[in-house]
């Protein structure tokens, strides 16, 4: 019932910017968490950053506090996740994904709804 679909990725030189967004359709009442995953070749998917349905309720991995800011926009269906001082490091496939609730953990198996994936690259 639920449909997401990701944008914005690219390829970007180490300390450029990105803006990612995630569009969602269907029935999304009751999936009022929304988070931001992403994985590289050859390693675990990680919690990049969530928001919750409460104001201000959001939580960053600690590789990218500082770094990235998630965001919603409920009337648009849309989240985004601002991304500056891009480093390789952040190189991989970024994922949104939405749960239920409003504990919204940066644990990928808590999610049950997952976009197909926005490639980030950045070199060096």
């Known amino acids: 019932q639920v449909q997401l679909a990701e944008s914005g990725g690219g390829s970007v030189q180490a300390g450029g910017s990105l803006r990612l967004s995630c569009v969602a359709s269907g029935d999304t009442t009751s999936t009022t968490c929304v988070g931001w995953f992403r994985q590289a070749p050859g390693q675990e998917r990680e919690g990049v950053a969530s928001?919750?349905?409460?104001?201000?309720?959001?939580l960053y991995g600690d590789s990218v506090k500082g770094r990235f800011t998630i965001s919603r926009d409920n009337a648009k269906n849309t989240v985004s996740l601002q991304m500056n001082s891009l480093q390789p490091v952040d190189t991989a496939m970024y994922y949104c994904?939405?749960?239920?609730?409003?504990?919204?953990?940066?644990?990928?198996?808590?999610?049950?709804?997952w976009g197909q994936g926005t490639q980030v690259t950045v070199s060096s």
């Open positions: 994904a939405l749960k239920g609730g409003s504990w919204c953990p940066l644990d990928p198996s808590a999610y049950p709804f």
């Open positions: 928001i919750g349905p409460y104001y201000r309720n959001t």
